[in-house]
């Protein structure tokens, strides 16, 4: 009997043990149209910790692919001439379902490669060669003892809409999303940027003291409106479940109430009436306010969302604007945001300005000091979008910093599928949108950014809602036909590769990559607690032997699989 009883005991211990295992790193892989998603449901979501390093010799490899891996894990040593082959497949994968996802005899050519551009191919186009290429090879070389910018943190966008979808959730599997995204065993975030009543992702236009118009004390703005109630809510309850200690919120204002605007509308061609700037002014200060009474502090504030939206994209942009030129943006942050802000308990809350494209720097902040040189003083920081940014080089972001080297430097807004080109709205499991987040965040963190925010947390299926059916893809969508499961993308993963294991104040160090397909791109940081971080890039459609010389570690070799993403730890 006793016998039996340990047995069955045992039997328990290991079905805990199982569970507990998989709960805490398994993908519960899905197949879709476009490629592969992660679901998670209130019983079960895929997390990952952090990875011991038990020797100084040692590494840890996170590894994700094109062909299933996610978050996969590899352990080895700086030993030379030993080769550690990543294998590329996903062990719920079937063996015929991994034979199709990899051809080496198909190799993508893209309009950024010599060969496209003489023959015209798109990004999208595949072509055969008759050979089979069965691996390349490449090296990597750390210099730790050349550093560049610091790390602020990565992050996503709470806006109405993501309030919206989460209020519907169960709230077992709202936490499942919190702890998904700001949780230490999820993807690390550590920033939030909100809007200042309304945003293109809300279901309808709104802002604060609509009424009564042409009320210059906003005397209607005494407390917060419901919606930004249900976002506390939700952000409280993100900070309890997921324990983060410094939660850097952000807010940015879309458009003021239509009686501040010369053309007394949401959006269109507008500017702000100069005989509410300091009532604009006003307006950021209550809201700051009004949080802090919630008990949200409010890390930082921008001059206001992409603010040639109401200058020269009016004709496209149906959303909430609000226009401004170098010039008035100037005079308004010198004689009223400024000052109010430094005046006030809030002097401590930073200040980024533009919050716009790459295509406008570094003009627009040349033209503000052309107006009034003090008016940087009050700048913090500078704030860019992404959505142009494979047509404007990162030249530009190079000749800002050489001007404000001062500045802190945010991405503070991306998404995929808002070109008309683009499929508006998610492409459910698309590893090449996956990518196109990789190269960007490597571009922009190998040109001094200090940090990233993504746009919304999560969508719905058709990439919404909001009231102008501005439908775009997202790292999660909900399944909103029963809202009892959602999907991690491979977008999930890829923002993952850097946010979760590139801690805040992490330094930039030296990385050189030599690489005779140019298809292996690398950034790497140091530390806090001093391990060394490289996230990896192997774009070619076919796998590729890394050499990894450190002038401390030594020297090891990968084999990483083709179309993957990695990020090797090692002390």
């Not at 959730?169 to 690390?188: C, F, N, R, T």
């Not at 940027?193 to 609509?210: H, K, M, Q, V």
């Not at 190269?439 to 200090?450: G, M, P, R, S």
């Amino acid at each position: 009997m006793k016998r039996n009883s340990l047995l069955f005991n045992l039997l328990i211990l290991l079905i805990i043990v199982y569970f507990v295992d998989t709960t805490n790193s398994q993908c519960d892989l899905v197949e879709t149209k476009y490629g592969l998603v992660c679901r998670c449901s209130t019983d079960y979501c895929d997390y990952l910790e952090e990875p011991k390093l038990e020797a100084d010799t040692s590494w840890f490899m996170i590894s994700s692919s094109k062909n299933g891996l996610r978050f996969h894990q590899t352990e080895g040593k700086f030993t030379a001439g030993t080769v550690t082959k990543i294998e590329d497949y996903h062990k719920n994968a079937t063996p015929k379902s991994r034979e199709e996802r990899f051809n080496p005899d198909a190799i993508m050519v893209d309009n950024r490669n010599s060969l496209g551009k003489i023959f015209g191919f798109g990004p999208s186009n595949v072509f055969s060669l008759p050979i089979r290429l069965a691996k390349s090879s490449a090296s990597i070389t750390i210099n730790r003892n050349k550093t560049y910018q610091k790390i602020t943190g990565f992050g996503g966008a709470f806006t109405g809409t993501v309030a919206y979808l989460l209020d519907k959730l169960k709230p077992e599997l709202q936490d499942h999303l919190y702890k998904s995204y700001y949780h230490k065993d999820g993807i690390g975030y550590n920033m939030i940027r909100t809007s200042i009543g309304g945003c293109d992702f809300d279901l309808e236009p709104w802002a604060y003291n609509e009424m009564p118009q042409n009320d210059a004390t906003l005397s209607n703005f005494t407390q917060l409106d419901k919606r930004d109630i249900l976002k506390v809510e939700q952000i409280k309850r993100l900070q309890r479940v997921t324990a983060i200690k410094d939660l850097k919120i952000m807010a940015a204002a879309w458009s003021p109430p239509p009686w501040m605007k010369t053309n007394n509308n949401w959006t269109g061609f507008s500017q702000l009436k100069s005989t509410y700037y300091q009532t604009w002014a006003l307006y950021h200060l209550k809201f700051l306010e009004l949080m802090q009474a919630k008990n949200i502090t409010i890390w930082a504030i921008s001059t206001g969302n992409e603010p040639l939206n109401g200058v020269i994209g009016w004709f496209f942009v149906h959303f909430m604007s609000l226009g401004w030129t170098p010039r008035n943006q100037a005079i308004y942050l010198n004689d009223y945001l400024g000052p109010m802000l430094r005046k006030s308990q809030f002097k401590d809350v930073l200040i980024f300005g533009n919050d716009d494209q790459r295509y406008t720097y570094p003009t627009w902040f040349e033209r503000m000091n052309a107006t009034n040189p003090e008016s940087l003083k009050y700048l913090d920081g500078l704030a860019v979008h992404w959505y142009w940014d494979d047509v404007f080089g990162p030249e530009l972001i190079d000749n800002t910093m050489k001007l404000y080297p001062d500045k802190l430097l945010l991405n503070t807004e991306s998404c995929v599928g808002d070109k008309p080109w683009q499929t508006h709205g998610p492409e459910l499991g698309s590893w090449e949108r996956g990518e196109q987040y990789i190269k960007a965040f490597l571009q922009d963190l190998q040109h001094n950014f200090n940090g990233w925010i993504d746009w919304n947390l999560l969508l719905d299926e058709k990439g919404g809602p909001n009231y102008v059916n501005n439908f775009v893809d997202a790292p999660i969508v909900v399944n909103t036909s029963n809202y009892s499961e959602f999907y991690k993308q491979p977008m999930f993963y890829s923002i993952g590769h850097f946010s979760k294991f590139i801690w805040p104040d992490s330094k930039r160090i030296d990385v050189k990559v030599t690489s005779l397909q140019q298809s292996l791109s690398a950034v790497g940081f140091q530390r806090s607690d001093g391990v060394i971080v490289v996230v990896i890039f192997n774009s070619a459609s076919i796998p590729q032997d890394i050499t990894l010389n450190d002038g401390i570690r030594g020297t090891t070799i990968v084999n990483v699989p083709p179309r993957s993403i990695h990020t090797m730890l090692y002390k």
